[in-house]
């Protein structure tokens, strides 16, 4: 299934090391605090248990919100995310 996850941490360490556990689980970055990307239902679970370790502060939070196929070939983006764009530019020059 495919997923998509957004975070709201107001500490800069926190917010980086679960932007660092969304990266390890193989999720892509698409905007700053947002990442997209397939998981299992044992690595979800997997993830959310890590996810709680972390996120523990009072008002901090990550959403996980599961996107259908149809949704996804539905996606609609108006501009360019800086974070595509980059690893669009450094597959260009392989």
Known sequence: MKYLIIYDITDDNLRNQVAETLKDYGL????????TG????????????DLRKLV???????????ICQTC???????GSSR????ERKKVAFI
């Not at 523990?56 to 599961?66: A, L, S």
Request: no cysteine; aromatic share 10%; net charge positive.
């Open 72 to 78: 996804s070939r539905g996606v609609k983006e108006v």
């Open 38 to 49: 397939h998981l299992t239902r044992n690595k979800l679970n997997s993830l959310l248990t």
């Open 83 to 86: 974070y595509r764009t980059a």
């Open 56 to 66: 523990t502060q009072e008002g901090d939070n990550v959403k996980i919100y599961p």
């Open 28 to 35: 892509e970055r698409i905007q700053y605090s947002a990442f």
